[in-house]
């Protein structure tokens, strides 16, 4: 598959307009706004309904993005689990998953990760011109690759780079530090999350925002919703970029 690179006028485009999907960040996090443990594993944090609600948001997204920390310490499929949410996707003559991508600088994501095993769809591979070019190419035979920045992948112009591909709805599933960056941004528009009702700790263990954070000027949000379910919440928020 053929590597996209970014021209000046298209990278000044997306500086003057800003053009880019829907983004909306999901993440399930304890009591105390953890995302995983200090060895940065996942742990169960919620229970079905919210994995059924999960599932329902990646059904009715274009794309999923996760970062390369998340597919190196989870290696999670991105799949839709429900068969009635594919076969809902393959009437509307989608592919029965959204659209997987991964956003990795320096083009780490290994070859037998389960997004390239499990369920059928595209995958992209974004990185940065100090990926190594040997890597890349071995990627570009199981996934599309778009190169956006130089020494990391320049957000603003991989949005750019989705949406003209026709993804409109792009849903994140962490980890941390892509959300930093994107919420740094102001490429983010809802976030929802899922408090659940334990306390996992830690100083170094990941929540749902890191990098390295606001000093003023903080993110504002704005309540969407708040409702119980199972043990734990689930707060959506609108970001007023």
């Known amino acids: 598959m053929n590597n996209i690179r970014l021209?000046?006028?298209r990278e000044e485009t997306v500086r003057e307009n800003l053009i880019r999907p829907f983004v909306f960040i999901n993440a399930a996090m304890s009591a105390d706004g953890k995302i995983a443990t200090?060895?940065?594993?996942?742990?169960?944090?919620?229970?079905?309904?919210d994995f059924d609600r999960v599932d329902e948001l990646r059904a009715t997204s274009d794309a999923i993005m996760v970062g390369i920390g998340t597919v190196l310490s989870d290696n999670p499929s991105l799949t839709v689990k429900s068969a009635q949410s594919r076969e809902m996707r393959r009437d509307k003559g989608l592919d029965e998953n959204p659209i997987r991508i991964v956003v990795d600088n320096l083009a780490r994501t290994p070859l037998d990760a389960d997004i390239f095993i499990k369920g059928a769809g595209r995958k992209i591979i974004a990185v940065s011109e100090c990926a190594p070019q040997e890597k890349m190419k071995e990627l570009s035979w199981v996934?599309?690759?778009i190169v956006a920045g130089e020494k990391s992948v320049d957000l603003e112009k991989l949005l750019f780079e989705l949406k003209t591909r026709g993804i409109d709805r792009l849903m994140v599933e962490g980890g941390a530090t892509l959300n930093w960056g994107l919420i740094s941004a102001g490429l983010v528009d809802e976030i929802y999350t899922f408090i659940g009702n334990i306390i996992i700790g830690g100083r170094t263990a990941p929540t749902l925002v890191d990098g390295e954070g606001f000093t003023g000027g903080f993110c504002g949000l704005e309540l969407i919703s708040c409702g119980k379910t199972e043990d734990g919440i689930i707060v959506r928020w609108k970001v007023m970029n």
Do not use: W, Y
């Open 143 to 145: 996934a599309e690759m």
């Open 38 to 49: 200090i060895e940065r594993r996942q742990t169960r944090i919620s229970g079905k309904l």
């Open 7 to 9: 021209s000046k006028d």
